[in-house]
């Protein structure tokens, strides 16, 4: 059996981590975590958003992904799944960047979660004020 090798990129969003392997020359199929894609993301519009790169780049049904995602939610599985796709493109033909930076794909979003403040409800939400 012939070798096959790929190119790997990490994605993170939110407490979301996701390894990325791209497999060029496939036939576009696409497994998360040993399951389908439709399978793993059944919700409306996370397929779209996470097949963002593959489209911009036109490598739609040209590669194989394979995708380990562990930790946070499903909103911020799907933007690391985004993240590291972007990144593994870029590790396989680095004149893709300026399509993949016009398009937002390549930029960590840092946005997380707020701690907890003390004497607080949430991270900023104040308990009901009463007179008496």
Request: cysteine-free; aromatic content about 6%.
């Amino acid at each position: 059996m012939t070798e096959m090798y790929y190119y790997e990129g990490v994605g993170r969003r939110k407490a979301a981590t996701a390894r990325v392997r791209i497999y060029p020359g496939g036939d576009g199929t696409f497994v998360v975590n040993d399951r389908t894609l439709e399978e793993y993301f059944p919700r409306l519009g996370d397929i779209q958003s996470l097949m963002g790169p593959l489209r911009v780049t036109e490598q739609e049904g040209r590669l194989n992904v394979s995708v380990h995602v562990r930790g946070g939610g499903v909103t911020g599985q799907t933007g690391a799944v985004r993240h590291g796709l972007a990144r593994a493109l870029l590790k396989l033909d680095p004149e893709l960047r300026p399509i993949l930076r016009r398009g937002g794909y390549l930029t960590r979003d840092a946005r997380i979660k707020e701690r907890k403040k003390p004497g607080l409800k949430r991270a900023r939400k104040a308990p009901t004020y009463t007179k008496r």
